[in-house]
């Protein structure tokens, strides 16, 4: 680098430097804790997939015969793994607080870590249930393996399964990133927040948003671009954008809903309705 | 782990290798091998790329010299990896299959490696047509070299029509994974089975999806978001869904289709046809 | 591989060696230089975002104390990293050029990438007003840190900015691999030649496409899968496409766009218009 | 490249591809199958470590109530490991043998692995007396558990007793690799063929050399720069060199022998016997 | 794996996961605190090697201009590091200490290494007149820069002096490991205790070995093979190893030792003495 | 870290950062080019043996009718890698000549490496011998290839005659970083200044050091710890080390010198004379 580069150079470098410059922007975390890991979040999803789906995913190849060798070292493993994310999530949630005690917010990382894995048999159940429904949902699938193998709508529900259950746990961001991960390979952004239940199927995925305060029954079948979407509330009286409200729609039971289709508001859709694709539904659809 | 805690996990790791538990969710596969791979299948594809486009892939530098040098060593080494995952597909394919003969699989397997093999030539033609037309289509192209090097619907493209041959080969699972590889990387979905002529273009394309019967002309150009999508068959008399009936759109040649637009039913487009974006096409079109 | 393998095998190999075949397909790129490298400019983009969100990424924990050294050492990094790819990226552009200067084209190349590093400081302030919108646009966001750490919207404005910087700049592909990047992440395709306002957000954003030209203004929100396209051109006198015309929409000021809308042509969407989803659009909008 | 060098390089590429040049030192070894990977069997030594001294080796933290799942997944693994190393051993052993059958090959391998491991909890007691041997000859060594960690002399006494095993099941390669592995890392070349008793110990160790048909007695402590070493025999009648005769060293018990010294052909030394160190002994030694 | 298989393999798990089999060997650590890491403290030390010698070491191109910066970044780095890997070494001395404070060890940890921070400046200066005497050592180089780059000797002896340094401050374990990888790297093993002048020159220096009481004056410069060695101390009246006595030779200043050679014992060899090689060298020497 | 800490730590980096604390030891290297790596050099080494030793080294299998397309790749690499690393090497050299011309050192490095890769396969037909002698030399050994693909001291063998070829060339520093690759992973030291004839062998090895002005005839055989040293010459007028003088030892044919003996300074020892180990031979040895 000449001079003259040097100059420009070391200007932007002040510039960026200047606490007033960076002040809106800057993460000021707690000392020695870093920020929660995508990379360590997806080795703990990938951790839940080889526990969840013995054979299928995961390096070891397990048989009948040493199966609870691997789901016991694969647990221990997802616990110290958790932990470490929620804890990190739980000092990114209120880096400032002032009388926020380390070890007492360690013991809570585990305790939810710990939580979350006595969930681990019921989320095996349901998956059961989503493995069942896109197969169905799919003619050209050949068979249940393939669904479980290389299906990107199951794979979204089993991230939006888990991240479910952590939210239900009130773990802070980590259910966020979990269902960002399947939306940034798949397509398919679901809120961990929605409630959404068995023998649910997502067919191609591609562009479908779920909505945080969604509510789908059992045996739902919805396309690529689907949409249920919330509706804009008008903010509070201090011009703040209200947060948390219920303001996404409510689909029945068997329920099928074609490509490209927004439902926006809290509007609810009757069991057994089958929407055509291509629509802009903001009014409740009765049987 | 204080006590309190390892009760719980200890629990969860019961219930998990509980055999009852996993029975549905298990792949007991052959010994000894594993299932596909999608890092090798991805290296595969990364390999077709090289070999088929000198100069735009590849770690290696190429020179009209030494092509031929570059050439032997990536068809070879492709062939090798190919061999494997087509090999795993083959087991993954019939993982009981009782009267099964290994060496007998993994020659059934080189075999159809190397038959993919001797379509190279003939694949790297047809994507000539592509790169042609997908630089034609989008008034941003500053040259082929950046629609072959860059353009996400290219990319798919590429990934079909390596899929597609290793369909035509009745090779299982092998060729869907190529493809959700490009669908994970583009958003565009495109099935193996598919058939798709000669300078075929696709803008953006991310949330396009063309189903497993679908079958496209040549010169064909669509957009972001447009599905070829099958309607739903009636269940068959033991409420089984219904595979392999030919149920997805028929477009001819010289067709363009605008952002969003779902066509769906075997309905048939005919050539020279140009569709209006956010449609939902469930009826033949003629032109 | 027995005899036979090896017969057809070497003929593809042969066939695929013959220069009548990869002419059309060849890149004969200027000796001793590579092809740009999405790993690197990922690297770069990277670098980016940690000298401009201190504490959210890259992989040292920085405080206020220590921020300079940091910001200092990853300015040099950028400056020598984005030095090169830019540099690649001018080869590429022109590989033949018969009269070019390799020392000439790195001098253009570091005073491009020093040029860049000058408009960090101002991209830095409209970043943070993007930050804003789209913590009010988003009633599920629980403060500004989530929006910056994980929202894919945000971030893909992000590459969108930083590589618009570099396309004012005439640096030739590297802005648009910059924006594919974001495209294959998070789905939204925006070209880094759009001119787009501050305050500026993207909700959900799978499918969502800005093209080329097209013009936004401040405190615009737009949803999953809206396009603003350009409209199809006739072809010039010898039936080759025309390249660089104004024919993408213009949208003013507090302008909303709901999910799966297209707005098509170099049409006026007037200050503070709402659009439902959708929607084909090819026509202008008054308030 | 220009001309002139493509020239000088092509015939030098056109000379190594002259089957005449490269016939002495080719390999032309059994198709599908590659060479024992040193990499691979570093990973089983580790492993090895790891199953044996519970708690020091390894990723994973054990405790003893989930000790018995980490041991249960790590032999499964070693096993695998070992069978396909074994299996490249034999095969690179003899490369050419026609009447070879891959699958008794193979048999051969998983059962060699199988039996290596059933040696597993013997090595670890007799390991145990070396570990206490180490730290008893050292006055700076803290305790067992710096000696286990980290000394030189240790780990090389490892992989000797690993290496044994095998060569004592006929495992070709493998263990020569095995305590190479540790030549390369500590100095110390022991040769898997050697006998060595319980208790044993080497201080510093670099330059120690123990060869293939020595026989050493319990309590046996040696340092840096010891050989014991092979008397060179003639030749036999055709000049060729003998192999696999009794040529080197028999030590008794609670022997010690100091730096540097070398002792040379098959003389014996006697129990209790301590040898200063630098000297050049070729005859056996009385108490 | 066949039943016989996995009965002899059942049985090893089974023995290898007796507590009785593992208890000498079994490290009961600390809960949620592993063992120092080898791969962290090499890399503490390339970090100290970039730092002490700006341009010859670390991956980034320091200038005069920017080279505080990157001491700025580089000093914090290691500070994070070699704190962790300081505490982790704290807690493997004293696994089972029962009063003992995790916080307490924490700032303990810390504080040892900003402790050892404030010494680089003076191991800086030191290291400086290592580097001139080993080039004047070695007619074969060709200036200090080769010296500093890629010779073993200076590189064991910075390792030493790194060592050393943590030693004197009592840091636990840390010091040995560091000095054991320039062991591994060089086979110059130079324990971390041992008291070494200014412009010491190691040559060639495979084999050599300076014990853990060895005193070494100014301008020393010895050769690859030489030992200084502990006399072997009888052991106390329990039968145990006495430990910490002074126990190696003393050696004065502008000392040169051929190869070869063992010093054993608390020796005194005066200034300016010249030991020829392969000697074994038990009495004091006089000039 | 607490603002006592950081004020010990910022002294530290303030005093490091000092030029004056600095100078001695920081390599101003010029800009934009940087070190040579050993990394890099390790990767052309085995470039070498792959070319060199087809079907022992190198990932990709080879067989006869593919062995040229491998060849070509392998030789195009190496030929692109080294001349980086020559280039690096001439720069470092000679960092502050101020006529320097970058593009004439580029043709310097690229002519210097495409010289060495002319020597490939005269490289080749002596370490045939030298794999032959080694072969005879050991009884321990089974075959050829055992020596080839595991056997340290061939393998330091071949690192020298690759780093002779090199020096021959008057390539910089290159030569010797080879060397010491070497002599780090097998504690064998060979100066690459050395000349030495055909079917030389080395057993063991560790400690083994040859100088820079040894000359070794053929059938020469050495063990561990030998020596062949340079005697220490006066320093000239002005008190510096004089470089460059015939200073070790000159070794007939047919000579073998058993374990840890040293030979120094620029004596004679005849054909076919054989030494003892553990000697310390400071005179010409008549047969």
Same mark, same amino acid.
């Given at each position: 680098?000449?001079?003259?580069?040097?100059?420009?150079?070391?200007?932007?470098? #002040?510039?960026?430097?200047?606490? #007033?410059?960076?002040?809106?922007?800057?993460?000021?975390?707690?000392?020695?804790?870093?920020?929660?890991?995508?990379?360590?979040?997806?080795?703990?999803?990938?951790?839940?997939? #080889?526990?969840?789906?013995?054979?299928?995913?995961?390096?070891?190849?397990?048989?009948?015969?040493?199966?609870?060798?691997?789901?016991?070292?694969?647990?221990?493993?997802?616990?110290?793994?958790?932990?470490?994310?929620?804890?990190?999530?739980?000092?990114?949630?209120?880096?400032?607080?002032?009388?926020?005690?380390?070890?007492?917010?360690?013991?809570?990382?585990? $305790?939810?870590?710990?939580?979350?894995?006595?969930?681990?048999?019921?989320?095996?159940?349901?998956?059961?249930?989503?493995?069942?429904?896109?197969?169905?949902?799919?003619?050209?699938?050949?068979?249940?393996?393939?669904?479980?193998?290389?299906?990107?709508?199951?794979?979204?529900?089993?991230?939006?399964?888990?991240?479910?259950?952590?939210?239900?746990?009130?773990?802070?961001?980590?259910?966020?990133?979990?269902?960002?991960?399947?939306?940034?390979?798949? !397509?398919?952004?679901?809120?961990?927040?929605?409630?959404?239940?068995?023998?649910?199927?997502?067919?191609?995925?591609?562009? $479908?948003?779920?909505?945080?305060?969604?509510?789908?029954?059992?045996?739902?079948?919805?396309?690529?671009?689907?949409?249920?979407?919330?509706?804009?509330?008008?903010?509070?009286?201090?011009?703040? $954008?209200?947060?948390?409200?219920?303001?996404?729609?409510?689909?029945?039971?068997?329920? $099928?809903?074609?490509?490209?289709?927004?439902?926006?508001?809290?509007?609810?859709?009757?069991?057994?309705?089958?929407?055509? !694709?291509?629509?802009?539904?903001?009014?409740?659809?009765?049987?």
């Amino acid at each position: 680098m000449d001079k003259k580069d040097n100059t420009r150079i070391n200007e932007a470098i #002040a510039r960026l430097s200047d606490e #007033a410059s960076y002040q809106k922007l800057f993460h000021a975390y707690r000392d020695e804790e870093g920020l929660p890991s995508t990379e360590k979040l997806e080795e703990a999803v990938n951790l839940c997939r #080889a526990i969840l789906f013995p054979g299928y995913y995961g390096k070891a190849k397990v048989s009948k015969a040493t199966i609870r060798f691997h789901t016991g070292v694969q647990v221990e493993q997802l616990h110290a793994l958790l932990s470490k994310e929620i804890y990190a999530g739980l000092c990114f949630a209120d880096p400032d607080c002032p009388q926020c005690n380390e070890s007492a917010l360690w013991n809570k990382a585990t $305790t939810l870590s710990e939580s979350f894995l006595t969930t681990l048999p019921s989320l095996r159940d349901i998956l059961a249930t989503d493995a069942e429904a896109n197969y169905d949902a799919d003619p050209a699938a050949r068979n249940r393996s393939e669904v479980i193998f290389c299906y990107p709508g199951f794979r979204a529900i089993v991230n939006y399964r888990i991240a479910h259950e952590l939210y239900r746990l009130d773990v802070p961001y980590i259910p966020r990133i979990i269902t960002e991960l399947a939306h940034s390979e798949t !397509g398919i952004d679901i809120h961990p927040g929605a409630k959404i239940g068995h023998h649910f199927a997502i067919d191609h995925g591609t562009g $479908t948003v779920i909505g945080e305060t969604s509510i789908i029954g059992d045996y739902v079948r919805i396309f690529q671009g689907v949409s249920l979407a919330g509706e804009k509330l008008p903010p509070d009286e201090c011009g703040n $954008t209200i947060r948390g409200i219920a303001r996404h729609p409510i689909v029945g039971n068997h329920v $099928t809903i074609y490509s490209n289709t927004t439902l926006i508001g809290r509007i609810h859709i009757a069991d057994g309705v089958v929407i055509q !694709g291509n629509q802009w539904v903001n009014q409740s659809i009765e049987k």
